[in-house]
């Protein structure tokens, strides 16, 4: 159990390290004092542009993919390996940690992102044939509603699906997708909230069904 809690404890820290704000202090930028105050890569594309968000994707999916990938079978020194823990527990264990991480950074006063981009790099370790589903179904919604926040509900409510699709029927695996499924949705509370008073911003430009404005 040593293990597993040292290796849970390392992927919730390295899930802290948020690449907006990473990206923010060597700018000299907050952006938590930008548009919607989120500390991830939707609010920093609306806020600082393509560049600046594709660095804070690279950073926050990188972790996820560590976290998933590397850290379960690492040695850490003076700690022998758990032979009573289940490693695809483990790795599930510290996915979920490093999402964890993300949401509420320990460094940063547990003000962080929402956890999407860091759930697809955990994916695309455990189960990277789940992943081009949830993008384009995270790509659909957004094209048809603009809302980029239900988008990424929706995406990760279909991995679960995928994942039986496919014959992935692990347990370590059905248990973390449907947690973390419900986990985005618990983040995404103000997003819902917006919606429901009409007032949740649209990415406009991959929005097809906006209404079109005439022109004079």
């Known amino acids: 159990m040593l293990e597993l809690g040292l290796k849970t404890l390392i992927a919730y820290l390295l899930g802290s390290l948020m690449g907006a704000l990473l990206i923010g202090a060597a700018r000299g930028v907050d952006i938590r004092e930008l548009g919607s105050g ?7 594309l609306r806020t600082r542009g393509f560049w600046f968000a594709a660095g804070v994707v ?8 560590v976290a998933a990938g590397w850290l379960p079978d690492f040695s850490i020194p003076g700690i022998t390996q758990d032979s009573s823990i289940d490693r695809d527990w483990l790795a599930v264990s510290c996915a979920a940690a490093v999402v964890a991480g993300h949401v ?7 003000r962080g992102g929402k956890g999407g981009a860091t759930l697809v790099g955990a994916l695309l370790v455990l189960a990277p044939v789940v ?3 949830a993008i384009a179904g995270w790509l659909l919604i957004v094209l048809l509603t603009g809302f980029v926040g239900l988008a990424t509900m ?8 995928a994942l039986w699709l496919f014959g992935l029927q692990s347990p370590p695996l059905l248990v973390f997708s449907m947690a973390m499924a419900a986990f ?9 909230g917006r919606m429901k008073s009409g007032n949740e911003p649209r990415m406009t430009g991959l929005w097809l069904l906006r209404p079109r404005i005439p022109r004079p």
Do not use: C
């Open 154 to 161: 929706i995406a990760a409510a279909t991995v679960p699906i």
């Open 131 to 133: 992943v081009p589903v």
């Open 58 to 65: 690279v950073i926050d999916v990188g972790k996820g993919m």
């Open 104 to 110: 509420w950074p320990l460094y940063q006063e547990f």
């Open 184 to 192: 985005l949705v618990s983040t995404h509370r103000s997003n819902i």
């Open 38 to 44: 989120n500390a991830g890569a939707t609010n920093a």
